[in-house]
């Protein structure tokens, strides 16, 4: 086999894993290209020549994987998300091992599904999702988890949502395929892959499969509503839908238009930006293509 690996030196805790991965891997005969980038580099460069590849290993966090799987889109490239960020939440949903050993394998024998993108587009650009994006709450969280991230690995999100229990509270104009809904609240989430942290489920449905993304805008007005679930979001302990949640109000679609009063700062995939609302969002059905384990491959083709 021919694989490229995009290492990203600025994700996570910086080590070496990935290497250790390469090593597992190889074999007589296969070709292990490894191109280390940072967050200055352009990841479009190192992809340019990334279809004479058998495969690509994006090594890094969800924002690397969502990069990588947006660069990607539409082109059939079998890609492999590494855990080698912070939280690894791309990894964690389609249940992918942890170890480089097991991955090693996987890049060999597992299956692969293709799965939906979110686009994102603000003043400064587009860029892809897999998992999440949206303004506000979330992505003030996101801003202020960014430089404990490395220290406190995954409970920075945590430690940043305890510190900002007041966010900025906006007039919320959101249209989803067309109908526009106006609501008081603190942000908007847009949901594609939907587990985060502790296998919590933020949307009443993971199916990233099914050319839609969740909207759920946050109504409450103080984040106590939406704490201790991590990223500022709401989950239902009783068992009921979050439709039901008086924190939110959940909306289903394919393109997305979001605009407030005041302006919020916008995320995705735990990626704050400069850009602040207003912007839109599409979904982009099965835009990419995921090497999976068994139990991924299960999941995902049972629903």
């Known amino acids: 086999m021919k694989l490229l690996v995009l290492n990203n030196l600025s994700s996570g805790y910086g080590g070496d894993l990935i290497y250790d991965f390469a090593r597992s891997f190889a074999k007589t005969g296969d070709e292990v290209c490894i191109r280390c980038v940072d967050a200055d580099s352009s990841f479009t460069e190192a992809l340019a020549d990334a279809s004479e590849f058998d495969a690509v290993v994006a090594s ?22 590494f855990p080698a960020g912070t ?12 170890e480089p050993f097991a991955l090693a394998q996987l890049v060999r024998e597992g299956e692969c599904l293709d799965f939906d993108l979110g686009e994102i587009v603000t003043s400064e650009g587009s860029h892809g999702f897999s998992m999440m994006a949206g303004c506000g709450y979330d992505a003030t969280m996101m801003a202020d988890a960014r430089r404990d991230k490395k220290r406190w690995g995954p409970a920075a999100y945590f430690k940043a949502a305890f510190q900002n229990p007041n966010p900025q509270v906006a007039h919320l104009k959101v249209t989803v395929d067309g109908v526009t809904h106006e609501h ?48 500022g979001a709401a989950f239902d302990h009783s068992g009921g839908t979050l439709e039901a949640s008086n924190a939110l109000v959940y909306y289903r679609g ?14 995705y995939d735990g990626e704050p930006l400069e850009a602040h609302t207003p912007f839109t969002a599409r979904v982009l059905p099965a835009a990419c293509k995921i090497i999976v384990s068994d139990d991924g491959y299960k999941l995902f083709t049972a629903q």
């Open 87 to 98: 939280a690894n939440l791309l990894c964690m949903n389609v249940m992918s091992p942890i």
């Open 254 to 267: 394919r393109d997305i238009r979001v605009e407030s009063d005041p302006e919020l700062l916008v995320q």
């Open 184 to 231: 008081e609240g603190v942000g908007v989430m847009l949901v594609n892959f939907s587990k985060i942290q502790f296998d919590i489920s933020i949307t009443p449905r993971n199916q990233p499969n099914d050319g839609a993304l969740d909207v759920l805008v946050l109504t409450t007005q103080t984040a106590w509503d939406l704490l201790p679930t991590a990223l």
């Open 60 to 81: 890094g966090g969800d924002g690397t994987h969502a990069a990588v799987c947006y660069l990607l889109r539409n082109t059939g490239t079998p890609i492999l998300p």
